[in-house]
């Protein structure tokens, strides 16, 4: 056969086979798609988990999928980002569960007063095929698919005056989420819970609206806390952690081997990031400290007493919404296996 011959024969057989595909398959085969992620921090865990992630993907889909990261809230408050999400306008949110709970109650779960005694503990947890399968569904129906997660640390509670013992909290206003288990957390210890988002803290701090912040150390000293509330209480109560979810909207548009890698992708780097996590924590602690700051830790039979009076928030406040109820006992039942 003469080459012109066979080119002609080789040409036929493609147009054939590309014939045969559907026109998506056509119109995906070349397209590359932007990947736009946000949360309300920066510099920090979630930070670098999305860095990490936008990376990795890009990498393993050969350029096909490029992400663009949002920190620090610029594409406007934590209910306008999950909305975006929803809406596939922004394709990733990560951030607290406690924020998604106006979706679906059951990611406040995660966030029980008393579940968790240790960083080892939650990565357990967080890993329990059970508990997987809860944060990757239950915001789907609602346009969220869980594809990762990150610890972050135990709560404290940044002070604008120096609390040594419990009986020091009362009466005094402490922000929190807009999290029932947050609000009630306050209430045991006596104190008085504003709702209040990440971006008010520092001037709420700075005017005396506050007394003091439920949050991380991370975010104290990424915010630098440290020249209106010196004096961090380590509560260690509740353990903050991190859920990533993604628009099912977007996802649904990548052709399958695309929605592949990113799952894959989210699941590795949710693994990779435990050692950055313990590193940059005690990090942030010994920081806080050098800028003169102080970490106070309550008696010790004052703290037993305080997980004594906190254990319970998370049956309490669900025994009248089945779900919800649920989903606690999923998670202290994965944590009793999980010491």
């Known amino acids: 056969m003469s080459t012109s011959r066979l080119l002609g024969a080789t040409g036929a057989a493609l147009a054939a086979v590309c014939a045969a595909l559907p026109p998506s398959a056509h ?3 070349g397209k590359t798609f932007v990947m736009k992620m946000s949360l309300a921090t920066i510099n920090e865990t979630q930070h670098e988990w999305l860095r990490r992630f936008s990376g990795l993907v890009e990498k393993d889909s050969g350029g096909r999928i ?3 990261i949002y920190p620090a809230s610029q594409l406007g408050p934590i209910p ?3 909305e975006g999400v929803q809406f596939g306008s922004v394709q990733v ?3 607290p569960p406690e924020f998604l709970s106006g979706i679906d109650k059951r990611f406040e779960a995660l966030s029980a007063p008393g579940l968790f005694s240790s960083q080892d503990q939650t990565v357990k947890v967080m890993n329990d095929p059970p508990v997987r399968q809860m944060l990757r569904e239950i915001g789907i129906k609602k346009g969220l698919e869980g594809i990762g997660t990150a610890p972050i640390g135990p709560s404290s509670m940044a002070m604008r005056k120096e609390v040594r013992h419990l ?3 009362k009466g005094l206003k402490i922000r929190v989420l807009a999290s029932p288990f947050q609000l009630e957390l306050i209430r045991r210890m006596d104190a008085s819970p504003v709702a209040m988002t990440l971006a008010d803290v520092m001037p709420a701090l700075q005017q005396g609206a506050i007394d003091g912040a439920l949050a991380t ?5 990424t915010f630098q806390y440290v020249d209106v509330a010196k004096y961090v209480v380590e509560s260690e109560q509740p353990y903050l952690n991190s859920i990533v979810v993604m628009s099912t909207k977007w996802l649904a548009s990548l052709p399958p081997e695309l929605q592949k890698i990113v799952r894959d992708d989210a699941e590795k780097v949710s693994q990779d990031i435990v050692p950055f996590v313990k590193e940059f924590f005690a990090r942030q602690r010994d920081i806080w400290k050098e800028k003169g700051g102080t970490l106070i830790s309550l008696p010790a039979d004052e703290q037993a007493a305080l997980i004594a009076r906190i254990s319970s928030i998370g049956e309490d406040l669900s025994k009248d919404n089945p779900e919800l109820n649920q989903a606690v006992h999923l998670v202290f039942e994965s ?3 999980n010491k």
């Open 217 to 221: 150390v991370t975010v104290y000293t």
């Open 66 to 68: 490029t992400g663009e």
């Open 80 to 82: 306008r980002q999950i």
């Open 27 to 29: 119109a995906q085969a």
């Open 335 to 337: 944590a009793k296996r």
């Open 93 to 95: 949110y990560m951030g």
């Open 167 to 169: 009986a020091d909290l």
